[in-house]
């Protein structure tokens, strides 16, 4: 192994059949990978392992300079796992990372989350796209409006993320005792217990309208055309939907993931149980969700703030 494209066809090997990262992750990792072959190329560089020093990571960095933080350090943090991978391979000696000191600072931003009201808005909306869809059981709109609702109704009741939404497989829920096994990042899977009799009768009700479909598919949520729902349909769904709500706020199907964490923090819930709703590998990153909103903060400090004792009434 001598040259950079075979290096990254290693890592990339190693990514998808020994670490077993999923599809996404993988593919992340190929499009960076070649955007610094390609960056190379047009730098005349030799390609060659060995002839890749911190010096030629520097002028990368410059190459990439005025991209968000957060693609940039994926970028970089790619870089740095490929030529972690080749040295423990024993490929190079040592990784040109290795004396190396780059800080890209990410702005923290607070995730945009619903109100209760806003959630229930669009919950009801998708409630009612179904009981209008007047052709019947056996028509394509009133299927579809059942699966969105589904869709919908799953995203909040669990906090799942879309691509997880998107990948669930039949074999991985059980309407009749309420479990869903959620397949997450770096393939940790957490099990989420469907607990509102309103949400199992909704999906219970997507299972039978779509079985015979379903029957023939792994995954639970499929498209008009028999494949498994898109990430995109899930969004342009969402987005639709809010419009119609009249909602102004950009709402994803991350912000029910936001939401649902935010409104069960409101409710006193321990982030740490947060955390494992969520399945995320460090409390740090659940630490996000402990701002609190306008309307919960200016409750607070209207009737809980010290400053009412001196008030005599």
């Given amino acids: 192994m001598n040259t950079i494209h075979e290096a990254a066809a290693a890592f990339l090997f190693h990514c998808k059949f020994e670490k077993k990262l999923s599809p996404k992750t993988t593919k992340a990792y190929d499009s960076d990978c070649r955007q610094f072959t390609q960056f190379l190329s ?59 000191k780059i800080s890209i600072r990410e702005p923290r931003m607070l995730p945009r989350v619903m109100t209760l009201t806003e959630v229930q ?10 009981q209008t869809s007047i052709s019947g059981p056996t028509s394509s709109s009133y299927r579809e409006a059942l699966r969105n609702q589904a869709v919908l109704e799953l995203l909040f009741a669990t906090g799942m993320r879309v691509s997880e939404a998107t990948q669930l497989q039949r074999s991985e829920i059980d309407l009749r005792s309420g479990i869903v096994r959620i397949m997450g990042k770096g393939s940790r899977q957490r099990v989420i217990q469907i607990c509102h009799t309103q949400v199992l009768q909704v999906l219970t009700t997507y299972q039978k309208t779509w079985h015979k479909t379903l029957s023939r598919r792994t995954h639970f949520f499929l498209s008009r055309r028999q494949t498994p729902l898109s990430e995109q349909s899930i969004r342009n769904m969402i ?60 409750a607070i400090l209207k009737t809980r703030h010290p400053r009412l004792a001196f008030e005599v009434g």
Avoid: W
Wanted: charged fraction near 25%; charge should be positive.
């Fill in 42 to 100: 047009k730098l005349k560089h030799s390609g060659k392992l060995n002839e890749i020093d911190k010096h030629t990571i520097k002028a990368y960095l410059e190459h990439l300079h005025g991209m968000r933080p957060k693609t940039l350090r994926r970028k970089i943090a790619t870089l740095k796992a490929m030529f972690n991978f080749l040295e423990y391979e024993e490929e190079i000696l040592t990784t040109p990372f290795r004396k190396m």
């Fill in 239 to 298: 987005k639709h939907y809010a419009q119609k709500c009249g909602i102004k706020k950009h709402i994803t199907p991350h912000t029910f993931r936001h939401s649902f964490a935010t409104l069960l923090l409101e409710q006193d819930v321990d982030i740490k149980y947060i955390q494992q709703f969520l399945g995320h590998s460090s409390i740090n990153t659940t630490q996000i969700y402990t701002h609190v909103n306008a309307e919960k903060q200016k």
């Fill in 121 to 130: 808005q669009i919950l009801s909306y998708a409630q009612k796209k179904v």
